[in-house]
Every structure is written in structure tokens, then in C-alpha cells.
């Protein structure tokens, strides 16, 4: 699980810098259509970004199968969150942090609960 969570975290940081160093208005040449969520980027994945955060230290206290499954339940939910920020991405990077994103799912579909 260790792979999985440093690349979740990896990825979230990433659009977390990019968060400060981007604007978000309708005419900006980051994103020309203005749905970039008022330029409050976290905001719209600090709910998973928890509810990942609160899976992980229960897994990590306690392994058990259902805290397993909560856990990869969290990390997918936040990297869908994560997926929906990218819009909000100049699309030269788009390609990067979705490939990102799809191994980061991959390597936690692959990660066991047993």
C-alpha cells in the first residue's frame, strides 16, 4: 500500500501547487471556459482528501479486510476528485496527470486486502 498512498499523495500536491500558481478566470489561457470551481481547486477534493487520509491511519491501525476495501474505496473516490480539478490543468500537463491518476488506481487495484 505504501506505493499507492505516495503516488495519491504525490498527485495531490502536484494540483495543489499548481492551485497557487494559476488563475482560474473565465479569460485565462489555463482554462478559457471559467469552470475551474471559482479558483477554490481544493475545495472541491479536501472531502476525499480526508475521508482518504481517515481510511489510511484506520487501515494502518487496525488491517483488517473491510478497512482494506474502505481504504482502496477512499483512495478511487479521491483520485476522481482529484481527476475533476485536472480540468482546471493547461492541457500540455492533462495527459501527464491523467496517466498519473490511472496508475495510481492501478497500483491500488493491485495492492491486496489480505
Known amino acids: 500500500m505504501k506505493t499507492a498512498k505516495t503516488k495519491i499523495f504525490l498527485i495531490g500536491f502536484f494540483l495543489a501547487v499548481l492551485t497557487l500558481f494559476s488563475s482560474c478566470a473565465k479569460d485565462s489561457i489555463?482554462?478559457?471556459?471559467?469552470?475551474?470551481f471559482g479558483g477554490n481547486w481544493a475545495a472541491q477534493y479536501a472531502n476525499e482528501l480526508t475521508a482518504w487520509s481517515n481510511a489510511a491511519t484506520a487501515y494502518n491501525e487496525d488491517p483488517t479486510p473491510a478497512k482494506c476495501a474502505d481504504y482502496?474505496?477512499?483512495?478511487k473516490n479521491?483520485?476522481?476528485?482529484?481527476r475533476e480539478v485536472a480540468d482546471c490543468v493547461p492541457t500540455a500537463n492533462r495527459a501527464e496527470i491523467d496517466e498519473s491518476i490511472n496508475e495510481a488506481k492501478a497500483d491500488v487495484d493491485k495492492e491486496g486486502c489480505d
Open 72 to 75: 482502496k474505496t477512499a483512495s
Open 30 to 36: 489555463l482554462n478559457p471556459l471559467g469552470d475551474c
Open 78 to 82: 479521491y483520485l476522481d476528485a482529484l
